[in-house]
């Protein structure tokens, strides 16, 4: 991986290296309900997929026997527990310890799928564009992505609970329920987005889209 970590990115290896110890643990009681989104979210994604932000590798049991995945995070820790689950995975998953900020040592155009799960609202604002930029550069002309990220809720009762956690989400996962991926999204020129969808509550936003067809790099 690159020495040169944007500072924020290094900050957010750093608290990596402490959350990786206990992630699975402390995250218990969310997996518990992500689990049921997983299987569903990534049955259809086929081809050579780049999952980036692995982390502890939650995603890998629910992709189809034919994927190929490549599996990247900034965390060398989030990954050691992430190749355990690789092994017990349907299809073939690679591991790599990169930066979906620095994506130099992937070809363009070479992936059908990009996912990320809660990786962009851990990701700092000023980072976004550049990683969905390298979105854009990696997928292949069509090629199709799934994001989901968590936001804050127009419902009072669900935002006071989520501006009570805030503090300690963004501590201990580096999280915030008010980054603005969308926009950054609908800010790059050969990415479509074609459907927003909430998983739970106006919270929980799953994000699809492609990268258009006739783009030239
Ligand atoms: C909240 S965890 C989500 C893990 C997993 N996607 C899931 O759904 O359980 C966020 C992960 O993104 C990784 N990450 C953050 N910034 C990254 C970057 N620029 N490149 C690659 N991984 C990054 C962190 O190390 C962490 O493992």
């Not at 997983?38 to 189809?64: C, D, I, K, M």
Request: net charge positive; aromatic share 10%.
């Amino acid at each position: 991986m690159s020495t040169h970590l944007h500072p924020d990115n290094l900050a957010l290896r750093n608290k990596y290296r402490v959350t990786g110890w206990f992630y699975d643990i402390l995250d218990y009681p969310w997996e518990r309900q992500y689990r049921k989104w997983r299987p569903s979210l990534l049955e259809s994604v086929q081809g050579q997929v780049l999952e980036a932000g692995v982390g502890t590798g939650h995603n890998l049991a629910s992709y189809p026997s034919d994927a190929q995945v490549t599996g990247i995070d900034l965390s060398k820790r989030m990954l050691a527990k992430a190749h355990r689950r690789a092994q017990r995975a349907a299809c073939n998953v690679e591991l790599v310890q990169a930066d979906a900020t620095q994506l130099q040592a992937l070809s363009a155009n070479q992936y059908d799928w990009y996912i990320a799960t809660f990786l962009y609202c851990v990701m700092p604002d000023t980072l976004q564009p550049v990683a969905l930029a390298e979105m854009a550069r990696v997928l292949k002309r069509g090629g199709q992505f799934k994001l989901v990220e968590i936001l804050y809720s127009n419902d009072p009762g669900i935002r006071r609970r989520q501006e009570r956690m805030a503090a300690f989400v963004h501590r201990v996962y580096g999280a915030r329920f008010d980054r603005q991926t969308l926009s950054h999204i609908r800010a790059i020129p050969n990415l479509e987005v074609t459907q927003t969808t909430f998983l739970k509550d106006d919270t929980y936003l799953l994000i699809e889209g492609r990268k258009s067809a006739g783009t030239v790099e």
